[in-house]
């Protein structure tokens, strides 16, 4: 079956430290992939995308995330933490652009100062 | 360019009435794609139109929902005879030509009481 799996449903990291968010996909073809955010009472926002080429993709606010395709991974990661970034970080996949996107279930990233 | 506009921004029905969410794509969208987020759960996704076409509706349950995109007008999901289970965020999201990214509105929160 196709899934999403985010195995961390929080996180908390001290300002200014890094930070790795796991994303594991199941499906039988490259998918892809997408990291968003969701701000509490709010709609989500694109950090980033990979569809093919280069598996280090630049996002906004800082972002990065890599796809391993040996590992079926796409995780998220960002070198320093502001107390900004502290929100819902949702991965997902598709078989075909923007349609139909499986999400997994989140994780809280929590900031401490 | 407005992002996509969803309203009510929150709905509050009596079991038994019938909830109606409305979306307007980015201007020049014409893919709109509808999602239900339940509490503690990432978004599931429901159903995808064109205008005046249904893609795809496999996420979609069987009764009681319907959704549309007429040639003019926002498109709507609709929901009949609420229950307390459909309580949720219902986020709709649009993308361009190319599939290649979808942008999110800010939900509208339906509660059933």
């Known amino acids: 079956a196709q899934s999403v799996t985010q195995p961390d449903i929080h996180i908390t990291v001290s300002e200014g430290a890094s930070l790795e968010l796991r994303c594991n996909y199941s499906y039988g073809a490259t998918p892809y992939l997408f990291w968003y955010v969701q701000s509490p009472g709010q709609g989500l926002q694109l950090l980033l995308k990979?569809?093919?080429?280069?598996?280090l993709v630049q996002g906004i606010k800082g972002f990065e995330a890599e796809f391993k395709r040996s590992q079926s991974s796409f995780n998220l990661r960002k070198p320093s933490v502001h107390w900004s970034d502290a929100a819902e970080y949702f991965c997902a996949f598709s078989g075909g652009g923007a349609d139909g996107l499986t999400f997994g279930k989140g994780t809280h990233l929590i900031i401490q100062p | 360019n407005a992002g996509v506009m969803q309203n009510p921004r929150h709905l509050v029905r009596r079991r038994g009435q019938e909830a109606r969410l409305r979306c307007s794509p980015m201007?020049?969208?014409?893919?709109v794609y509808w999602y239900r987020q339940l509490p503690e759960e990432g978004l599931k996704f429901m159903v995808y139109l064109q205008k005046e076409n249904i893609i795809d509706e496999s996420g979609m349950p069987k009764e009681r929902f319907s959704a549309e995109f007429p040639k003019e007008g926002p498109s709507i999901l609709r929901i009949q005879q609420v229950v307390r289970g459909d309580s949720a965020a219902y986020f709709c999201a649009s993308s361009p030509v190319d599939r290649s990214e979808a942008f999110f509105g800010q939900g509208t929160r339906l509660t059933v009481v």
């Open positions: 990979y569809f093919s080429g280069d598996t």
């Open positions: 201007k020049g969208h014409s893919h």
